[in-house]
């Protein structure tokens, strides 16, 4: 029997109760969580009126995220991911939940909403190195793509709904029912984690130091990997770049807000597209195509540097956030297939620190460069390091990654994106043994 007819009979991953309950507490988490920005905004901004009083909040929820993420990755490594992730979601619930009462009690204190954001960021280091750790516990390696492409679209509708349950949460009952319903996605997340049951392999017992340190080692002995981190922070550079200067260019010169309004759910309408793509076909050459698609992001920046019309730099924008939708799952089962499950937490810790520490430098950058020469100049600058990505292609290690082991269930490979020599080897495993069974927004997860 061909190995695709094999691969459609394989039961769809939500059929698996442990994937089941996993997907469950991450798309109601992820729902609740979308609501937060914006209601943390009009929050601070309707109790302070000062935006540096936003920046404060928002940068406490920031910095103990950088700061902490490889040290969770070593706890969700040595000890269980999924007790790591039910206690985080605990800590953030009760965050949200002092937020959400110090909103409705009419007089919030600016010090007790930034530490509780602080809390909340630091809980978020520790829980987001598990997801991958917990998706190669419930789920085989040929479902991995088919159970990523599933968390993916549940981020991707949260995206779309989220920003729109906020506003009405907000105009209607005030900003404090959104912290409460966001507590209560943890709390609901909390108790179906109880109920997970995921395969663990424990760490041998060393120091923290020593596997922090070998964390590390596993990223940087793969020739494939580590540049590719280093293309996507330049790509997540540009993103960043697009999403603070590309407001000011659709209400200044591309016809008022109802453009960028427009932009945005493109580009929400393009990661489902991609998200559903990615669910049926896995590329044979997985780590040079999602850094190949990297490209797509180069147009929607040209097209804001040059002012060109709305409907171009619409569609542009949802066309490439479709091939992120698409690259997302895509790495992340790479990733979890390639890496050793003993380390895989520690792996994705450094690949969501490349990827977040990124975004705050275009944000920078982005006005500063502006006020200089216009916002033709840095978004023109952007296009350029969209194009990372397509540097890779001239590291052998990049272009001989093949996808050689276990198809998505029901996936289909497409046509490979360049030659390889007869033989070559499917990744460059590094030290360690490989895992039999096997992604940091619009940015990319590495």
Known sequence: MPPAEAGNRRPHPLRHRDFRLLFTGRALSLLGDAVIPTAL??????????????ALVLGCAMLPKLLLLPVGGVLADRFRARTVALTTDLVRCASQLLVGLQLLGGDPSLAVLATAEAVGGAASAFAMPCLYPLVTGTVEAADRQRANALVATAESAGRLGGPA????????????WAFLLDAATFALSACLLTLLRVTHI???????????????????????YWPSL??????NVAISLLLVLGPAVAVEQLGGEGVWVAVVQAGGVGLLVGNALSSRVYPRRPVLTVNLLGLLFCLPLALFAAAAPAPWTITSYGVAMAGLGYLNPTWQTTVQNAIPPTALARVTSYDWLLSLAAMP?????GPWAASQWGTAVPLTAAAVLASAGAVTAAVPAVRRFTSDGPRPAGGADVADVADVAPGASSSDPGPGPQAADGPPAGATPG
């Open 230 to 235: 280093l293309a996507h922070a330049v790509h």
């Open 361 to 365: 430098v275009g944000y920078a950058l």
């Open 165 to 176: 349950l906020a506003g009405l949460l907000v105009l209607t009952v005030g900003p404090g």
């Open 202 to 224: 424990p760490l041998a017992a060393r120091s923290f130091r020593a596997d922090l340190a070998e964390g590390w080692t596993q990223v940087i002995s793969r020739a494939w």
């Open 41 to 54: 905004s009009l929050a601070v901004l309707r109790a302070t009126g000062s935006t540096a009083a936003l």
